[in-house]
């Protein structure tokens, strides 16, 4: 919960900013999309994301006994980035991106925690030697 406060309260902090702070671009951008503003329409947009967020958390539910903190933490950062994702999508439609290098694309910071935890998912394998696999 504290992850997703902490994306909702960054994504209102940079709502109008455009701000340049050396490589890093601040500014506010609508996606109504999703991941690399790909967009089928809201409908299978919000039903992919609700597939996605409930197959990783039978994944956390599945894998809790395991006390793999890795595996564990990335299902954490996926659920918490996925969640405050599908809270904007429900209560505005839109997702607010407001971080960009210059690479084209624009993203905040649920989608780094999404990120993270599929970084985190590919290498806790090779942390825990107990491992069967990515999931």
């Given amino acids: 919960m504290f992850l997703v406060i902490i994306d909702q309260v960054s994504k209102k902090i940079f709502i109008g900013v455009d701000n340049q702070l050396g490589f890093i671009t601040f500014r506010s951008v609508e996606n109504?999309?999703?991941i690399?503003?790909?967009d089928f329409n809201q409908v299978i947009n919000s039903l992919l994301i609700f597939l996605a967020l409930m197959f990783?958390?039978?994944?956390?539910?599945?894998?809790?006994?395991q006390r793999n903190?890795?595996?564990?933490?990335?299902?954490?950062?996926?659920?918490?980035g996925a969640s405050s994702n599908i809270l904007d999508r429900i209560f505005?439609?839109?997702?607010?991106?407001?971080?960009?290098?210059?690479?084209?694309?624009t993203f905040n910071l649920a989608d780094v925690y999404i990120f993270l935890g599929v970084l985190l998912?590919?290498?806790?394998?090779?942390?825990?030697?107990?491992?069967?696999?990515?999931?």
């Fill in 69 to 80: 903190i890795f595996l564990l933490s990335a299902h954490v950062l996926i659920i918490a």
């Fill in 56 to 65: 990783f958390c039978w994944q956390f539910y599945k894998n809790f006994h």
């Fill in 121 to 135: 998912l590919l290498i806790s394998p090779r942390m825990n030697k107990n491992s069967n696999g990515i999931f």
């Fill in 36 to 38: 690399f503003n790909l």
């Fill in 32 to 34: 109504p999309g999703l």
């Fill in 92 to 105: 505005f439609g839109k997702v607010s991106d407001f971080i960009s290098f210059g690479l084209g694309f």
